[in-house]
């Protein structure tokens, strides 16, 4: 083998391990946009919880998986009644015990108003140290005072999307009228 031959063989194996390593971290970086290309969309499941007043008090989500069903999960808005412009903290609370196979890997709420539009209005719930899952945010005034909105929860198991809708007043009658002090 000559010295040039030698030097193109070299380079061939420099470019294919270079285009090797380029293709795996192309493949790391677009893991999630290519699965879905392959894949298509998650499943999206939507449940209907029973109705609930989230100005007045927790919330039941049954989910029911096709392994199996747990007792309800627990979402609520607090401070209650539901105030604007304050801050919110919104928790959903797992059963327990929580089968392995229900561990959310995402949770989010999406806030909008159903009256009229104030945007989206997004709050991302993390995990905490004891389980339930978290977030903070606040929904802003309505120039009509009182306005109706919609908290949809949206819970991310595996390759399924769930979905939950409630719907709640913000603020209330109760909490619009001037307190009377003695």
Known sequence: ????????????????????????????????????????????????????????????????TPVASEAPW???ITPRPIPVSSPLTLTLAPPDPLLKTNQPTAVWVD?????????????????????RWEGTGSIPVCITGQMRWRARLHLQLGQTLIQADWL??????????????S
Do not use: W, Y
């Open 1 to 64: 083998m000559s010295h040039s031959e030698s030097v193109r063989a070299r380079r061939r194996l420099f470019f294919a391990v270079a285009l090797l390593g380029l293709s795996i971290v192309l493949a790391q970086v677009f893991k999630d946009p290519l699965f879905e290309l392959m894949g298509g969309q998650p499943e999206v499941t939507r449940i209907t919880p029973p109705p609930c007043d989230l100005n007045r008090q927790v919330c039941s989500l049954p989910v029911i």
């Open 74 to 76: 627990a979402f609520s």
């Open 111 to 131: 806030l909008t108003g159903e009256s009229m539009d104030m945007g989206l209005i997004r709050i991302t719930l993390t995990l905490t140290p004891d389980g």
């Open 168 to 181: 709640f007043s913000a603020p209330t009658p109760a909490s619009t009228q001037p307190s009377h002090q």
